[in-house]
């Protein structure tokens, strides 16, 4: 009977890991195809969405400021991004920058409130215009998925970026 139910829980993370993957990659497809209004859809009204900044110290290797980010948004302010993007006023998307991410390494667990814990690596090519110019960024995410029906909301995403110093000039895509 153990080995059964062991095959269970292993069953049952399994397809919990499936169903955060796929949530995860339609995600990262809405936002390379430019859907952001789509987006904001998947995302709860009390959302904390934050990076904060890498600090570089000796003998540390993961160490982030717990007050200063490269963006500290909430839903009001995500859902104000997306519609200057929309307008004529969103400098920084002008020419609209082309994205791909690639979401790997997925770890999925489920808490006891029945929201789950998953965290991500994420890899986002970057590049605007056509010049040759494109860079890349790379980090870590850890969000809190809200059950949504068969699928999630995003309660919470904190991403860690690997750089100290992101080698371009403006964060303006959604990560």
Same mark, same amino acid.
């Not at 397809?15 to 859809?41: G, I, N, P």
């Not at 997306?82 to 920058?97: D, G, K, N, V």
């Not at 029945?114 to 991500?120: C, L, P």
């Not at 059950?147 to 959604?174: C, M, Q, W, Y």
């Given at each position: 009977?153990?080995?059964?139910?062991?095959?269970?829980?292993?069953?049952?993370?399994?397809?919990?890991?499936?169903?955060?993957?796929? /949530?995860?990659?339609?995600?990262? $497809? #809405?936002?390379? =195809?430019?859907?952001?209004? &789509?987006?904001?859809?998947?995302?709860? @009204?009390?959302?904390?969405?934050?990076?904060?900044?890498?600090?570089?110290?000796?003998?540390?290797?993961?160490?982030?400021?717990?007050?200063?980010?490269? /963006?500290?948004?909430?839903?009001? $302010? #995500?859902?104000? =991004?997306?519609?200057?993007? &929309?307008?004529?006023?969103?400098?920084? @998307?002008?020419?609209?920058?082309?994205?791909?991410?690639?979401?790997?390494?997925?770890?999925?667990?489920?808490?006891?409130?029945?929201?789950?814990?998953?965290?991500?690596?994420?890899?986002?090519?970057?590049?605007?215009?056509?010049?040759?110019?494109?860079?890349?960024?790379?980090?870590?995410?850890?969000?809190?998925?809200?059950?949504?029906?068969?699928?999630?909301?995003?309660?919470?995403?904190?991403?860690?970026?690997?750089?100290?110093?992101?080698?371009?000039?403006?964060?303006?895509?959604?990560?």
């Amino acid at each position: 009977m153990a080995a059964n139910t062991d095959r269970e829980s292993e069953l049952d993370r399994f397809l919990l890991k499936q169903r955060v993957e796929r /949530f995860l990659y339609e995600e990262a $497809s #809405l936002l390379d =195809r430019r859907e952001q209004t &789509e987006w904001l859809a998947l995302l709860d @009204e009390d959302i904390e969405y934050k990076a904060p900044l890498r600090v570089t110290r000796e003998h540390v290797n993961d160490s982030f400021s717990r007050s200063a980010y490269y /963006f500290d948004e909430d839903y009001g $302010s #995500l859902e104000a =991004r997306i519609q200057r993007f &929309e307008s004529e006023y969103a400098w920084s @998307e002008r020419p609209p920058s082309r994205t791909r991410r690639f979401v790997t390494n997925v770890r999925a667990t489920e808490r006891d409130d029945g929201a789950v814990d998953a965290e991500s690596y994420l890899l986002l090519y970057y590049g605007q215009g056509d010049d040759s110019s494109y860079t890349f960024l790379a980090g870590r995410r850890e969000d809190v998925l809200r059950p949504n029906g068969e699928t999630f909301t995003i309660a919470k995403r904190h991403v860690f970026l690997d750089h100290a110093v992101p080698e371009i000039d403006k964060i303006s895509v959604f990560l």
